[in-house]
């Protein structure tokens, strides 16, 4: 929390530098987005998933409507992209297109024989302060020089901060680039989110025992991946299916798979749709 509020001190100071993420009314996020330049919530556990969508569109770009106060036909219109920080003890993010769009950090427990009290940090904060913004100032400058001049063949689907990813590489100098440090910090968080899913899960052993590439009907594989993993027994570690993913639907196992589409990828398995024959949806499993 103390982290975080000193990285909004330095791009968007608040009177609030913390606060609670809106979870029952998605509207709040918006306004929070128009007043606000950085969002920053602190102290989250589990992301809804229509908190998480707005968390995305308020990301990436995204609008959002309602009707007016005291109004009959008038809009609310709201359309942001801002930066948003999360922090809490436990990963908050479990939707895959969500954690597509996060740097996950890990901040390493304080030794007691260090700490020092709130007001001694922040003074010492608030005296490097005009050095801290100086360095991101010519930082910014310097990297909007080299953005022109990038040319990168292969870019991660936030495209844009992969390529300041490669400029602040070509600024500092560095022999290793940061954009490989991204895409392995946004592998190892995809990957670790698939950890809660346990049908996926029997999906990557199953694959295992079978000849790739094959094709099927989205009911047939979701019925040989329950008769898999749904006996009652531990599968080569994964523990057996519950009965609400026993329960489960083709449409609604098609659209987990679209959502572990690009981690499925990262472990080796390639998911694709070929769409519908004979009223049946088809999917295609193979190695990348």
């Known amino acids: 929390s103390t982290v975080q509020s000193m990285l909004r001190g330095l791009i968007d100071p608040n009177r609030a530098m913390l606060r609670a993420l809106p979870e029952r009314n998605m509207q709040d996020i918006y306004v929070d987005a128009n007043n606000n330049y950085m969002l ?12 998480s969508n707005a968390l ?63 007001s001694v940090l922040m003074a010492r904060f608030e005296a490097e302060r005009p050095i801290i ?62 950890d809660d899913e346990r049908i996926i899960g029997i999906l990557l052993k199953w694959k295992q ?23 009652g027994k531990i599968t080569d570690g994964w523990e057996s299916l519950s009965d609400e993913e026993m329960d489960m639907t083709p449409r609604k196992f098609g659209g987990k798979l679209r959502e572990q589409q690009e981690a499925l990828k990262e472990a080796g398995c390639l998911v694709e749709f070929l769409g519908k024959r004979r009223g049946h949806s088809i999917v295609r499993i193979s190695r990348p």
Not at 40 to 51: E, H, L, P
Not at 162 to 185: F, M, Q
Not at 209 to 231: D, H, N, S, V
């Open 40 to 51: 920053s919530y602190d102290n989250t556990s589990g992301i809804k998933q229509s908190t």
């Open 56 to 118: 995305c569109q308020t990301a990436t770009s995204g609008g959002h409507a309602s009707r007016a106060h005291y109004t009959n036909a008038d809009e609310f219109v709201v359309d942001v992209m801002r930066p948003v920080m999360i922090n809490g003890l436990a990963e908050a993010a479990a939707r895959q297109d969500l954690i597509d769009r996060l740097i996950q950090v890990e901040l390493q427990r304080i030794d007691r024989a260090t700490v020092v009290p709130e």
């Open 133 to 194: 913004l100086g360095a991101l100032y010519d930082l910014s400058c310097r990297v909007q020089q080299e953005l022109s001049t990038m040319n990168v063949t292969e870019l991660p689907r936030m495209a844009d901060f992969g390529l300041l990813c490669e400029a602040i590489t070509k600024v500092y100098g560095w022999n290793h680039s940061l954009l490989d440090v991204y895409n392995n910090n946004r592998k190892g968080a995809m990957l670790g989110a698939m």
């Open 209 to 231: 025992c079978i000849r790739l590439p094959i094709e099927m009907t989205m009911k047939e594989l979701l019925l040989g991946l329950k008769a898999y993993g749904g006996q």
